[in-house]
């Protein structure tokens, strides 16, 4: 299957204008369909109850970061944060790295998995079914002016009911062999 892109702000431009650093906000409402708002809403109340409940580097980062741009999930967003939403909210992390290896996988070899969160370095994309959605084209990555399909670090994947059923069934069998 061929690699393809759509531009999408994921519903950005009803509410906000101009450039934001939001992929996060935009990845999550483009692959679950949820308003761009709602997203943007929960993300930052995320940000500032983790910023007031934990004494972590992390938000200590965070709160100088909140003085500078308003903590804003449109000027990035933690893995931290978003990775335990999407987990809380039916969605599985899928590591694509290897301890060691220095094998990658490229974003064409997802093309199959259907609708799913690339994450790459340093940034989420929405791909639905071999279609990357995002504002810029981010297929590719250049080494050196030479063009490459980016590779891929992992991926989150919707669990439908029967996917976990199916998980349980495989843990409570090696469980009792």
Avoid at 20 to 47: M, P, Q, W
Avoid at 70 to 76: I, L, M, V, W
Avoid at 135 to 146: A, G, I, L
Avoid at 157 to 169: D, H, L, P, Y
Wanted: with cysteine.
């Amino acid at each position: 299957m061929e690699l393809n892109f759509t531009y999408s702000d994921g519903g950005r431009s009803n509410y906000f204008k101009g450039e934001a650093g939001d992929c996060v906000v935009r990845a999550i409402s483009i692959a679950t369909e949820i308003d761009y708002k709602v997203i943007y809403d929960k993300l930052f109340d995320l940000n500032k109850d983790y910023i007031a409940k934990k004494n972590t580097k992390l938000s200590k980062q965070m709160k100088s970061r909140t003085r500078e741009k308003g903590g804003s999930p449109r000027s990035g967003n933690y893995k931290k944060i978003y990775h335990d939403y999407l987990l809380n909210n039916n969605w599985r992390w899928v590591s694509l790295r290897k301890f060691g290896s220095k094998e990658r996988t490229k974003l064409d070899e997802l093309t199959n998995k259907g609708n799913i969160i690339v994450a790459v370095n340093r940034h989420l994309m929405c791909m639905k079914n071999g279609t990357v959605y995002d504002t810029w084209d981010s297929r590719w990555s250049y080494w050196f002016e030479k063009k490459s399909i980016r590779t891929a670090n992992g991926y989150y994947e919707r669990i439908s009911i029967w996917t976990w059923w199916a998980w349980s069934m495989d843990t409570q069998q090696s469980f009792s062999a």
